[in-house]
């Protein structure tokens, strides 16, 4: 059965989809099958894994409205191990469409559950705000990834996401647990990346990766090729450094 894991920050430019794609790159390089779902209306994931056939694709919105099965929309083996269910600009409309729906939080959860038995994780790249998608999105998954930039207003991102996180626990999906809070965008020539690894650590009682991600050249450009990290430049730092974020996940994985 898959692990269902939602990357989400309802702070913008944090390294949310960057993360996500990458990610799910380093996961399938070392063998595991992948899901990556695009639950964002920007749809920047899609375009970051395969900018030339966005036009032709059915998408996530297809799929919970019913209008698709997931064989229709997944998008097989952008890269080896890993498949896409893309998203665009109709996801948007998700938010007055479902207003008032019975369950309208589930139905990302309905989709997604019978796709477990095909896939080791399912990641879900979630739009940079508190939406009836996030909702969706925190209650399918089992777990959560919160990128956060080393930047001085990341604690009060950071405090957001997580007052979110516990009231869907408390309401939506019980199970639901902080997988880990990664640090991106790390720049070791400043004090202030270093000032706030640290003041993160001392203060956070959630888990926080040991693997921290760099700010990369590589890993902005990567995304207009259409490619992740780990094919567009596979020696880079950034490449590197998600696959190290990989293996951590993977081995957390055998302790629970």
Do not use: W
């Amino acid at each position: 059965m898959g692990n269902i894991i939602a990357i989400t920050n309802q702070k913008g430019g944090v390294g949310k989809t960057t993360t996500a794609i990458n990610l799910s790159a380093s996961l399938a390089e070392a063998g595991q099958r992948v899901l990556l779902v695009d639950f964002d209306p920007q749809g920047n994931a899609s375009s970051g894994l395969m900018p030339e056939t966005m036009e032709e694709m059915n998408t996530i919105y297809e799929l919970i409205c019913g209008n698709c099965s997931p064989e229709d929309c997944i998008m097989k083996e952008v890269t080896e191990n890993l498949d896409l269910i893309p998203a665009d600009m109709n996801l948007a409309g998700c938010e007055a469409e479902f207003q008032e729906l019975d369950g309208r939080e589930t139905m990302l959860k309905a989709v997604l559950e019978p796709l477990r038995q095909s896939y080791d994780y399912i990641m879900i790249d979630c739009p940079p705000s508190l939406s009836v998608l996030t909702l969706n999105a925190l209650t399918a998954a089992d777990s959560v990834i919160i990128p956060i930039q080393c930047e001085y207003y990341a604690l009060e991102g950071l405090n957001q996401v997580l007052k979110t996180i516990y009231l869907v626990k408390r309401k939506l999906n019980p199970e639901l647990r902080v997988e880990g809070v990664l640090f991106t965008m790390y720049d070791q020539r400043t004090n202030l990346s270093e000032q706030v690894v640290a003041t993160v650590r001392e203060n956070l009682n959630e888990p926080i990766y040991d693997t921290i991600i760099p700010r990369n050249v590589k890993l902005a450009e990567a995304p207009s090729h259409g490619e992740p990290i780990t094919i567009y430049d596979t020696g880079s730092r950034g490449a590197e450094s998600y696959r190290l974020l990989a293996a951590e996940i993977m081995s957390k994985e055998g302790e629970l």
